[in-house]
């Protein structure tokens, strides 16, 4: 073989490689997405709690399902069918953190009420612009749905002192919790921020969001896990 074809050969080549890598990319920054509720069903494993691929999963950019009459060739949901969809649900994994007396909150603590767990830092740009939404939505639900606003405390970045003075020099109203021995971060497998989970009265890890999110958003993702209204 020549040089010429030897050129030619190698051109093509790297036209293939180059084709392939902008499909690639392309697809990954589709999937990059942040911002947005994404289900945690259970055959969705990569968005499940834990799950090692959790960060490399796109949030869904479809709204939740809206309540309403079935469509005129669907069959009205079955006590049978909730049943199965609530099984499809991950359970949220226990974890402890203090609090700011030093107590030890669990996770399970709050078993039988709705939670909104939020994993953020002080240093965290997106984690303050949507701060003070989760504190207006924790405010205005108070007893209906409990907020653990979880801190990354990791005893350096982030530290007890930089958290609690963030809180008090914005006015920050609802408690936080600290993650000082990351019990939570690892049951999450959390490695960005912000990272909000949403799970409902029987535990269920329903939704999950990754990165900032509007107040519209996060009332979506408290809807998922608000009993029906009777």
Known sequence: MNKKTQLIVLTLILIVVLG???????????????????????????????SAASDSQSPSSE?????????????PPTQEDSADTQSDIPEAPDFTVVDADGNEVH????????????????????????????????????????????????????????????????????????????SAAIAYGVTSLPTTYFIDAQGGAVARAMGAIDADTLQKGIDMILPPAE
């Open 20 to 50: 392939g890598a902008g499909i690639l990319y392309s697809r990954l920054s589709a999937g990059a997405q942040t911002g947005q509720l994404s289900s945690t069903t259970a055959s969705d494993t990569d968005s499940a709690p834990g």
């Open 63 to 75: 709204p939740p399902a809206q309540e309403g009459d079935p469509a005129p060739d669907e069959e």
């Open 107 to 182: 996770l399970s603590d709050f078993r039988g009420t709705p939670v909104v767990l939020n994993f953020w830092a002080s240093w965290c740009g997106p984690c303050k612009s949507e701060m003070p939404d989760f504190d207006d939505a924790a405010a205005r639900l108070e007893g209906q749905v409990q907020f653990l606003l979880v801190n990354m405390t990791d005893g350096s970045r982030e530290t007890l002192e930089s958290a609690q003075a963030y809180l008090e020099e914005t006015g920050i109203s609802t408690p936080a919790y600290f993650d000082t021995s990351y």
